[in-house]
């Protein structure tokens, strides 16, 4: 039974980091992409990036770049989301999901497509 756990979320200032972690059990992510997706109060979900099964090709939403950075551990069949310099804006439920893809470089497909997906975690920006 494929399962994603989110973890790390929690009250954070704005302008602090967190980090968010997303592991999996029941299956490898060796052959996944692997996206982080938010959905604000109020608000319809969002893609916030995705991650390639080898890693190395990333795919940001303009409102997280130079902000947020995605890695993946797939030894620890784990993957990260660093969040620095967050805002008010970045509150939000933070889901990850996966999506089995035949390419190394492969993104991931629209959410709808994805086959698994986590629980979530809370993450709120508030002074």
């Known amino acids: 039974q494929l399962q994603l756990v989110e973890s790390g979320g929690g009250l954070v200032q704005p302008g602090g980091p967190l980090r968010l972690s997303c592991a999996a059990s029941?299956?490898?992510?060796?052959?996944?992409?692997i996206g982080w997706f938010r959905q604000a109060p109020g608000k319809e979900r969002e893609g916030v990036v995705c991650?390639?099964?080898?890693?190395?090709?990333?795919n940001y939403a303009d409102s997280v770049k130079g902000r947020f950075t995605i890695a993946r551990d797939n030894a620890k069949n784990t993957v990260y989301l660093q969040m620095n310099s967050l805002k008010p804006e970045d509150t939000g439920v933070y889901y990850c999901?996966?999506?089995?893809?035949?390419?190394?470089?492969?993104?991931?497909?629209?959410?709808?497509?994805?086959?698994?997906w986590g629980k979530g975690t809370l993450v709120t920006v508030s002074s």
């Open positions: 029941g299956f490898t992510l060796d052959y996944y992409a």
């Open positions: 999901a996966a999506a089995g893809v035949t390419t190394v470089q492969a993104m991931c497909p629209p959410p709808a497509a994805m086959d698994s």
């Open positions: 991650i390639s099964r080898s890693g190395y090709s990333t």
